[in-house]
């Protein structure tokens, strides 16, 4: 049976025992990052403090965030940095391409920080980055995309530059919006997945939320039937965690099962592509979820 969400008042200052797990050993992740380093890239991984950050880095796998480390928003769950904008680096598509072909993967996923104050919103910029991708390997490419706030063309031209997968977070529900994403809007980011699958079918698009921020269960539901509804093949639920004193409480932890419940009634829907649990994130374990879908159609 899954639980409404639980008043303000009973949140949890501590981690559920589910939340421990074993740490890499030493040194596991120091390939990643000194290549990070060496070609002065960013990772969502490090910005967003992932706590998948150590499992992922120990298997030579990270999710490189372009067009700077400084977001032009200030959404209230996320610790990715807020100032002036970086100056867009025009090689950085090739880096990203090197970087990956150095670590030997099979499917990269390339996100950004929202760009508001660039003409194109940074499409132009995926667009490069797909381009030197498929350039340089056979490579699934992944992209998480901002809205492009004011500029719907730029899902356009990040889709015809060809990405495998089209991922764009709706993030939380319609009620939570003004609290927790207070510079975009929910039916704006539906409209552009579904844009993007009406302009290229045969791309999987995908989307994420975030569990704990005071939604209650029915109002997940009802957003994972519209985004159903809106053609998106793929799904991620994971838990919010609040990464400093700056950013929103968490509201609750909902236990493993829950999560599996939900998992169950969205599979049930008809997505093609599920992935829940406390610890999961929009490009965590992004290979194995896009094989399990790729076998499936």
């Given amino acids: 049976m899954l639980r409404a969400a639980q008043p ?15 740490l890499p ?13 060496e070609l002065g890239l960013h990772t969502v991984c490090e910005s967003a403090k992932c706590p998948n950050l150590n499992e992922c880095w120990s298997r030579r796998t990270a999710t ?3 067009l700077g480390n400084h977001c ?27 970087a990956a ?10 996100t950004s920080v929202d760009r508001d104050d660039l ?35 730029g899902a356009d031209e990040v889709a015809d530059a060809g990405p495998d997968i089209f991922n764009h977070n709706v993030e939380t529900v319609p009620r939570l919006y003004r ?42 539901l009802d957003v994972l039937r519209r985004l159903r509804e809106a053609g998106v093949d793929m799904v991620t639920l994971g838990q919010y965690l609040r990464p400093s004193d ?15 419940a939900l998992a169950a009634r969205a599979r049930a829907m008809g997505f093609l592509g599920v992935y829940a649990g406390p610890f999961v994130r929009s490009s965590y374990n992004a290979a194995e979820v896009y094989e399990h879908v790729a076998a499936r159609r």
């Fill in 8 to 22: 303000p008042r009973a949140r949890s200052r501590s981690l559920p025992d589910w939340f421990k797990r074993p």
């Fill in 25 to 37: 050993r030493g040194g596991a992740t120091r390939p990643v990052r000194a290549l990070v380093d």
């Fill in 64 to 66: 490189f965030m372009v």
């Fill in 72 to 98: 032009t928003r200030r959404c209230m769950f996320c610790s990715v940095p807020k100032a002036k904008p970086d100056p867009v680096e025009a090689d950085e598509p090739q880096r990203v391409a090197e």
């Fill in 101 to 110: 072909r150095r670590l030997g993967l099979r499917h990269v996923v390339v």
């Fill in 119 to 153: 003409p194109d919103r940074g499409a132009g910029h995926f667009v490069r980055v797909i381009e030197e991708l498929r350039a340089a390997g056979d490579f699934v490419v992944e992209v998480l995309t901002p809205d492009f706030k004011g500029r719907p063309e």
């Fill in 179 to 220: 609290r927790v994403r207070p510079a975009a809007s929910f039916e704006g980011s539906l409209a552009l997945l579904q844009r993007v699958k009406c302009r290229r079918p045969k791309i999987l698009t995908k989307s994420g939320l975030m569990v704990g921020l005071g939604e209650t269960d029915d109002e997940i």
């Fill in 246 to 260: 700056r950013e929103l409480p968490v509201e609750r932890y909902p236990a493993p099962a829950e999560f599996d």
